[in-house]
């Protein structure tokens, strides 16, 4: 072991984790071409990986879990330190007393991994060296987790050197035991900067630098230490007028069109004046204010872990793009005919025939109720994030990017409009804590109900929920040239049931209204939510909407915001009480009475 690392505290850890595992032998990962394809190699012998087409789909492979473990398991998640109310209330995610969730955890691991190897990843979350950089060394016994995490961190020996001596690094421990979903845990324990995986082997549940680390410990480590770990897409805008790169941060819930936004392609008229998008992350965004007082933000990862169904060329051309080589597809149908995958909407017509995600025999016909599809509904592909078309070039920029705007959206049928600005960072604070979209009666039997999910953090805080608040207003103190933050929404309807407006690459329209009022150069109405555009600044030359129709997506009602104010105070009141901070009590009175004027 010391050929990797002298640093006692790695030596330590791995050392307990195999006295707790009992694996036959020990394996460090070197980050090197040749390990990996050794790995692979060895991945495709024991059936963990099926090698698919070279020739269409170069270096891929396809990988199937059990049918029990297909997602992340929220309600098995938990966060473990001493005090529960520095924990999560009011959150997705439970609480365990750390004492009692180790003896757990470990009986459950105790000698699973006799017969296995153990993998040691040194890891680095960020562009080693970088000041944004946290490193990681996780322990697992699945090669499918080595490679997964190979392309979504910088792996190898490099994050070990970065560490030296005696520097802190964050512990992952994954034991696939079982797969016995009765005893599937996973734990975090912010107080000791540790994770711990039993009984899955789903990429979201044992990947553990992805939410685990890059979200649920670091918002932890951000609030210690001054900075923040946002669920947030950073893209890149070039635009014609400007000097440079303008960059924004933006969080949405899930099914709001977060993947899309990171990679968006502006529409033919824009591109042909010279805009372009490029996508510096599609999922996580760490946050510091730099020297100059400006908030810079870095994409902790180094690829994508996206959803397969729904993804296709024209649904997301350059999502797509980036999985056509060295990308490794999870739960997805085999195609024998020509060895590569498929799924629901990657082409209109399914192929006659396949193996399913399961690898059982699949025709067309067989979902024919809409109840068996090939893919799992939540089938994913791990693909770096360099083979994206857009990819930015500031990627792997140590700095990270200065963000000029955070936008936060959900989905919303009624009420919000189209785009508006907060007056101020903590208007902004309190913008972001009424996330929520509205559930649909396909999915719950009601309408129009509400689903909370602040700064679309809900799953991944790994502290107490109003702290959490505070800690954004206090980095708005820290900022003296804080981004302006504004909230959309892509999804009004109409009287009959219809989307108002286009969205996809028409979003560049908001864009560039967000980044023009970023630069004082238009102005806005003052309401009584925060500052609306004026329609007539908002470019639809060429959009599949019309002016009427973009006025009504312009309109603030004040019955319905009134209403609305009185739902947010009963959410605040029965989650949050007196621990909510003053600076968002205060912006829900002011948009109580602006709606009352």
Not at 40 to 47: D, L
Not at 84 to 91: G, N, V
Not at 261 to 282: H, Q, S
Not at 553 to 582: H, Q, T
């Amino acid at each position: 072991m010391t050929e990797f690392t002298t640093n006692k505290k790695v030596l330590q850890f791995v050392e307990e984790s195999a006295a707790i595992t009992m694996p036959d032998k020990i394996v460090w990962i070197d980050g090197s071409e040749e390990q990996r394809a050794a790995l692979k190699a060895e991945a495709c012998r024991t059936g963990e990986l099926i090698k698919l087409n070279e020739e269409k789909l170069p270096d891929c492979y396809l990988h199937r879990t059990k049918p029990n473990d297909v997602a992340r398991v929220e309600d098995r998640t938990f966060i473990c330190c001493k005090n529960e109310a520095d924990a999560m209330p009011h959150s997705i995610v439970k609480w365990m007393d750390p004492q009692k969730a180790y003896d757990l955890a470990y009986g459950i691991a105790k000698g699973k991994m006799q017969g296995k190897t153990m993998y040691v990843i040194p890891y680095s979350m960020g562009v080693v060296g970088s000041p944004f950089s946290k490193i990681g060394i996780e322990v697992t016994d699945s090669i499918y987790v080595v490679l997964n995490m190979m392309i979504m961190t910088r792996v190898g020996k490099m994050c070990l050197d970065a560490l030296g001596e005696d520097g802190y690094f964050i512990k992952g421990f994954h034991c696939s035991c079982d797969i016995d979903p009765e005893n599937r845990y996973i734990m975090h324990f912010p107080e000791d900067n540790t994770i711990i995986s039993v009984n899955s082997a789903y990429g979201g549940n044992v990947l553990l630098g992805k939410k685990c680390f890059a979200l649920r410990i670091a918002t932890n480590l951000g609030k210690n230490e001054g900075w923040m770990a946002e669920h947030m897409l950073i893209l890149g805008c070039k635009r014609p007028q400007d000097k440079e790169t303008k960059y924004i941060a933006a969080a949405f819930p899930s099914a709001c069109g977060k993947t899309n936004l990171a990679m968006l392609i502006p529409p033919e008229e824009f591109r042909n004046k010279g805009y372009e998008i490029t996508c510096v992350g599609d999922d996580i965004a760490w946050i510091r204010v730099g020297e100059d007082g400006r908030m810079w933000a870095a994409n902790p990862e180094n690829g994508f872990f996206g959803v397969a169904p729904g993804t296709n060329e024209s649904s997301n051309f350059n999502a797509l793009a980036a999985t056509k080589k060295g990308t490794i597809f999870t739960n997805v149908a085999h195609n024998p005919a020509d060895n590569t995958v498929w799924w629901e909407k990657l082409t209109k017509k399914a192929p006659d025939f396949m193996y399913d995600w399961t690898g059982e025999p699949w025709t067309p016909a067989m979902n024919a109720d809409g109840k068996h599809p090939a893919a799992n509904p939540n089938s994913r592909f791990t693909a770096p994030a360099e083979n994206c078309p857009c990819i930015s070039p500031e990627f792997n920029s140590k700095e990270g990017v200065p963000l000029s705007a955070i936008m936060f959206g959900g989905r919303r049928a009624t009420t919000t409009p189209l785009v508006y600005q907060s007056r101020d960072w903590n208007h902004g604070v309190f913008v972001g804590s009424i996330m929520s979209s509205e559930t649909t009666a396909a999915a719950t039997g009601a309408v129009g109900v509400l689903r909370h999910d602040p700064m679309a953090m809900k799953p991944f805080m790994g502290y107490s929920v109003a702290d959490y608040f505070q800690h954004w207003i206090n980095m708005g103190k820290k900022a003296e040239k804080a981004p302006k933050i504004f909230n959309v929404n892509w999804f009004r309807q109409d009287e009959n049931g219809n989307f108002m407006w286009p969205g996809f690459g028409d979003n560049m329209r908001v864009i560039d209204w967000i980044l023009d009022r970023c630069d004082d150069k238009v102005e806005a109405q003052e309401t009584a939510i925060g500052y609306l555009p004026y329609a007539k600044d908002i470019n639809i030359s060429g959009a599949d909407i019309d002016a009427a129709t973009l006025e009504k997506l312009l309109v603030v009602d004040k019955a319905r915001w009134s209403a609305e104010a009185d739902e947010i105070e009963a959410y605040y009141n029965e989650n949050f009480g007196d621990k909510l901070p003053k600076e968002i009590r205060e912006n829900l009175a002011t948009l109580k009475a602006n709606c009352s004027k």
